[in-house]
């Protein structure tokens, strides 16, 4: 058989019944591609991957068990080589963050044209990597910035959820003035005014989810 008329095998996953017909109706039309597999779920992605080995998947960001991004460094453990573009209605710069330090070869909006969707599959396969120039400015935008530590990041959560000092402390078995200290960083980092500006700002980054 001719290598050139072999079409790119593609497994995509997303929770949105919508969002998987459209891009099976996408690729259907594409006569160098071919939906081999759909996942609900990360850990449904997994066991498909495993048993298809495409040559793309297509990966949401926000799934309803474990992350795109979990799903994608499982995948990658286990087949080194594997292509994955991560698809989001986020832009926050810390999401693409993670899914490109996860291996994701390319990250793009749900609100891009057809066009690109199936251009960037084509780009991946080849092993190129691709991201668009909206989301590159993102990632541009906090270039060089200082990121929360782990722990900062667990404070911010507790912040979300609305607590005080003290029920931060307690629930991290950490002193109420090692919280403020955590804080008083956190403001810092993001240059933020106050503690409501500072989760609205990791909220907008994608550093911490609702």
Do not use: W
């Amino acid at each position: 058989m001719n290598l050139q008329s072999v079409p790119i095998r593609i497994l995509c996953v997303d929770d949105h019944p919508f969002m998987r017909e459209g891009i099976a109706a996408y690729i259907h039309k594409a006569s160098d591609m071919e939906l081999v597999a759909e996942a609900v779920n990360g850990r449904e992605a997994i066991e498909q991957f495993r048993k298809t080995q495409p040559d793309v998947t297509l990966m949401d960001l926000r799934l309803p068990d474990i992350s795109g991004v979990e799903a994608l460094r499982a995948i990658r453990k286990e087949f080194a080589h594997a292509r994955v573009i991560i698809l989001s209605t986020f832009d926050g710069d810390a999401d693409i963050q993670r899914a490109l330090e996860a291996g994701a070869q390319a990250y793009l909006l749900k609100t891009m044209p057809r066009s690109e969707l199936l251009e960037t599959i084509r780009k991946v396969h080849s092993g190129q990597r691709h991201v668009p120039p909206e989301v590159a400015a993102q990632l541009m935008q906090h270039l060089g910035q200082a990121h929360l530590s782990k722990r900062e990041i667990e404070v911010m959560e507790k912040l979300t959820e609305g607590n005080r000092n003290i029920d931060i402390a307690s629930a991290l078995f950490i002193s109420e003035e090692t919280v403020k200290g955590h804080i008083k960083r956190i403001m810092e980092k993001l240059g933020a005014n106050d503690r409501t500006e500072a989760v609205a700002i990791a909220l907008r980054r994608g550093i911490i989810k609702l």
